[in-house]
């Protein structure tokens, strides 16, 4: 195959993780090996939406990056679904870091491709209890994508968290890998596929009481961050 099923392409600035704040080119591509039942995308995830997905080539994709980047050279962020199933992203890559473009991924360690050694910053989001993700936990899976990745780019990891529960995962990832800066992110419970008007004061409670529970812990490590996306446009896509 020479195209990507790509899901939207679009300008804006990074919500959350290690690029927070930063403009940013984001390359959503369709196709995902999870299928958690919260996710805030699942138009590019589940098959049933692959008829609004649009076949490009890596040309095609790096001429819409430098279209909306104006040439200059900003950060793209490949995402999902789960970037990490294509091989062919590579290319794109390649094409990008050759007008000095820089390149992150957020997959949630399921996969490995030999880019990931090409790109500036790869996210590992392990999806935690509240997720609903039906698909079991492969520490081995997180493992070899950490230990590949650790060869080159800047490595995070980044869970969203729900409950306590979540929580708790989280902090047996960060020991898993205390190597690595953990990102922790208030859950938006009301995702666009369930059809609800967002509970902002809802989020805003969880981020509240995710602070004071990482203070209480003395987890000064973990940095907890807003889905400023969220905060700011809502469930609203392309944003």
Request: charged residues 15%; aromatic residues 10%; proline residues 8%.
């Amino acid at each position: 195959m020479n195209t990507l099923p790509i899901s939207e392409i679009f300008l804006s600035t990074q919500g959350e993780g290690a690029l927070i704040g930063q403009s940013t080119i984001f390359v959503r591509v369709g196709g995902c090996d999870f299928r958690c039942g919260k996710c805030d995308s699942l138009y590019a995830v589940l098959p049933t939406f692959r008829n609004q997905w649009t076949p490009m080539t890596p040309t095609q994709i790096w001429a819409d990056i430098e279209h909306l980047s104006n040439h200059h050279p900003l950060i793209v962020t490949l995402s999902g679904g789960n970037p990490a199933l294509y091989p062919l992203l590579g290319a794109l890559i390649a094409l990008g870091k050759a007008q000095g473009y820089r390149f992150a991924v957020e997959t949630q360690g399921s996969r490995i491709q030999p880019w990931f050694a090409d790109v500036d910053i790869v996210t590992l989001s392990p999806k935690a209890p509240g997720m609903a993700n039906p698909v079991p936990q492969r520490w081995n899976r997180l493992d070899a994508c950490v230990a590949f990745a650790n060869q080159g780019p800047q490595v995070v990891l980044k869970i969203v968290i729900f409950d306590e529960a979540d929580y708790q995962y989280a902090r047996q990832v960060a020991e898993r890998y205390p190597h690595l800066t953990m990102y922790l992110q208030p859950g938006n419970h009301t995702p666009p596929h369930l059809e609800q008007e967002l509970d902002l004061a809802g989020i805003l409670s969880r981020l509240d009481w995710l602070i004071q529970r990482v203070l209480q812990d003395r987890w000064y490590q973990a940095i907890v961050l807003p889905q400023m996306h969220v905060l700011l446009w809502g469930n609203a896509r392309g944003k």
